[in-house]
């Protein structure tokens, strides 16, 4: 229990039974931040396989995500089986280290896919215990995106994922476009859509 940036309080009580402590555990309350990042989807491409200056060259066919949205369940499925024992409760966030004030109000960041907007995205699930300040959120948004570009997803995205659809196809979570960003609900404007689905669900009830 000591090791679970989660609990708040842990109190032993002795009921005078050997080996049958009776403990009270108390988590934090939490609640969710999530952010969101294109993905690059991938498979072999064997036509465009061709000789340059002696050397084999092999492209690969880029998959728009709109057209990936229904392999996110073998996406996620492998994502879960790549991941190690260690990170179950904490995703990514038990590899940060640069923030004591962030790994404390972090709790985790679990790594997923998901259809937003007929797209399918890359998705962080971070459990928090108080609001980010902009420096703390700038934080850990540096390191998922160093998981992104060098850490985990560096590891994963060598490894070929199996799908009814489009066969062995390879998923990065970073690319260095222009384009690609890590940005929270709030930055997406996605916040604001479900805000407005809602009222306009009252407005029609009514």
């Known amino acids: 229990l000591q090791e679970r940036e989660d609990i708040q309080m842990a109190e032993s009580h002795s009921i005078n039974m050997d080996f049958q402590p009776d403990i009270t555990v108390e988590a934090k309350p939490t609640q969710e931040l999530t952010l969101y990042c294109p993905l690059r989807i991938v498979r072999e491409n064997d036509e465009s396989e061709y000789e340059f200056d002696e050397e084999v060259v092999e492209e690969k066919e880029v998959i728009p995500s709109k057209y990936a949205v229904d392999c996110a369940d073998e996406i996620n499925d492998f994502i879960q089986n790549y991941s190690e024992p260690k990170e179950k409760h904490r995703g990514l966030m038990i590899y940060f280290d640069d923030d004591h004030a962030v790994s404390e109000k972090v709790f985790s960041a679990i790594p997923s896919v998901k259809e937003i907007n007929g797209e399918l995205m890359g998705v962080f699930e971070c459990q928090i ?15 998922l995106i160093g998981q992104c570009s060098d ?22 979570f970073w690319n260095d476009g222009n384009d690609w960003s890590l940005q929270t609900a709030k930055e997406m404007g996605l916040e604001q859509t479900e805000d407005l689905s809602e009222e306009l669900e009252i407005n029609m009830t009514m």
Not at 134 to 141: A, H, I, T
Not at 156 to 167: C, F, L, N, S, V
């Open 129 to 143: 215990t108080e609001e980010l300040t902009g420096n703390e959120l700038e934080g850990l948004r540096s390191h």
């Open 151 to 172: 850490g985990f997803f560096e590891g994963m995205e060598q490894h070929p994922i199996k799908t009814a659809d489009y066969g062995e196809i390879y998923v990065s």
